[in-house]
């Protein structure tokens, strides 16, 4: 717990926020101890406190996800579709958004499969932004830039 609250101090919030995702999605905490973590640091943090969601399976989910938040999109974690299975994100109910890692998506067969998911996304209306773990924590305005733009045109269609 105090190695946890440490890293909240040394980090960014939205990396804070990740690594408390993280910590409750493996189970390294419970619910109830979060407002332990929160009862350690000072005042000012209790913000992230509300950003904080155990259903993140990833730091870069968490990251994506908060930037997603920035830009005011209705944000979906965790969703299930029949015939696909559970994707990362569902923002504003159109925009299915994939975060890859090397380790689980290297090979050929799972890319076959996440290209046959896509396909089956948008077979039922969804667009798919896949991303990699890599671009998302080491280019994140790059990928700020094509979700902002997105999520702009997206808007813009439906407000003619």
């Not at 990740?18 to 109830?32: E, F, P, Q, R, V």
């Not at 280019?139 to 407000?159: G, K, N, Y």
Request: proline share 2%; with cysteine; glycine share 4%.
């Amino acid at each position: 717990m105090d190695a946890l609250t440490h890293s909240v101090l040394c980090q960014a919030p939205r990396h804070a926020i990740a690594t408390l995702d993280s910590a409750l999605n493996k189970g390294l905490i419970a619910m109830a101890d979060l407002a332990d973590v929160f009862a350690a640091l000072p005042g000012k943090y209790g913000v992230l406190r509300s950003m904080v969601d155990c259903r993140a399976q990833s730091g870069p989910e968490t990251l994506v996800r908060l930037m997603a938040r920035s830009l005011g999109c209705h944000i979906e974690l965790q969703v299930a579709f029949d015939g696909v299975g559970r994707v990362d994100l569902v923002l504003d109910n159109w925009l299915v958004v994939e975060c890859d890692s090397k380790e689980f998506h290297s090979d050929w067969a799972q890319q076959r499969k996440d290209y046959r998911r896509d396909l089956a996304l948008a077979a039922l209306g969804y667009s798919v932004l896949r991303l990699t773990a890599e671009d998302i924590m080491y280019r994140p305005d790059a990928v700020l830039t094509a979700l902002r733009r997105l999520i702009e045109r997206q808007r813009a269609a439906f407000s003619s």
